[in-house]
């Protein structure tokens, strides 16, 4: 894993509180079955891990994360809800620690854009796949986000992020990578394709661009862009040009992400 470059800031945790099974992860829904053995990779603060074990039971869901800290989002969320089929486990998903073909399916959401070797980590998911299982993941393509109205500091804040993110050996456009690493890991039965987070109503302008503008100047990520040579008045611009987006009675941003589904052969 690189360096993490959005960090574990409190507005980088609500957007992951936000996300469920149904918004991030429409497109692996059809193939989930009750019963089914899950791995959840990278899993966050586990909303999504937590939905996914919802429609998996009396089938499991094994929840990882790099570091035990991390992990330990997923385990409250875990309790929150009552949810009893989630283990946890410590792992890198470039070297997992579970035996071949121990799941049904593995799952990785907004995770292989940030690690250091996206081939070898498919083919780690792949390994720990059992025939006819399937790996799903799902990435984020920064260079094809697109909003309007075209506030320009937000073009110096998507600059300025995609350079942090290479800077960390990540890859922030990953969504429209991630099919020729399936093709790159072994797999040949592939199906990609594409969703999308659209924030144009004025309590999801707020939110989001609310939650750029406090990432921008008080996050981990506000240290890894003034190491690139950002000023304070630099990231205090940017996160006004969030702001000035809100406020624009007309203001639309789009997210895209790549998305693919590959079927281990039986």
């Known amino acids: 894993m690189t360096t993490y470059t959005h960090g574990h800031h409190e507005s980088v945790l609500r957007v992951h509180r936000w996300r469920t099974a149904g918004n991030s992860a429409a497109y692996l829904l059809p193939h989930l079955t009750p019963g ?3 791995l959840d990779v990278g ?3 586990g909303t999504i891990t937590a939905d996914l074990a919802a429609l998996v039971a009396p089938g499991r869901v094994t929840a990882v994360e790099i570091t035990d800290t991390a992990l330990d989002l997923a385990r409250r969320e875990a309790a929150a809800r009552g949810q009893a ?9 470039h ?18 854009q940030h690690v250091a070797d996206p081939v070898r980590a498919l083919a ?6 059992r025939p006819g299982g399937v790996v799903a993941a799902r990435d984020a393509d920064y260079a094809a986000f697109t909003w309007f109205p075209q506030v320009p500091e937000l073009d110096q804040w998507l600059d300025l992020y995609r350079r942090a993110a290479r800077a960390n050996g990540a890859q ?3 969504g429209r990578r991630l099919l020729s690493w399936a093709r790159a890991a072994g797999f040949t039965d592939v199906t990609a394709t594409a969703g999308v987070w ?6 999801d302008r707020r939110w989001w661009g609310g939650n750029w503008a406090e990432r921008v100047t008080r996050s981990d990520l506000a240290r890894q862009l003034r190491a690139l040579g950002a000023t304070d008045d630099d990231l205090r611009r940017i996160a006004d040009g969030w702001r000035e987006w809100v406020e624009a009675p007309d203001g639309w941003f789009a997210v895209l992400h790549g998305e693919i589904l590959c079927r281990v052969p039986a």
């Open 36 to 38: 089914s053995s899950v």
């Open 43 to 45: 899993c966050g603060p």
């Open 85 to 93: 089929n989630i283990d946890f486990a410590v792992a890198d998903v």
């Open 95 to 112: 070297d997992l620690h579970f035996p071949d073909g121990t799941f049904d399916v593995v799952h990785a959401h907004q995770v292989i």
């Open 124 to 129: 780690e998911m792949r390994r720990v796949t």
């Open 172 to 174: 922030p456009d990953a």
């Open 198 to 203: 659209c924030f144009a109503e004025p309590d």
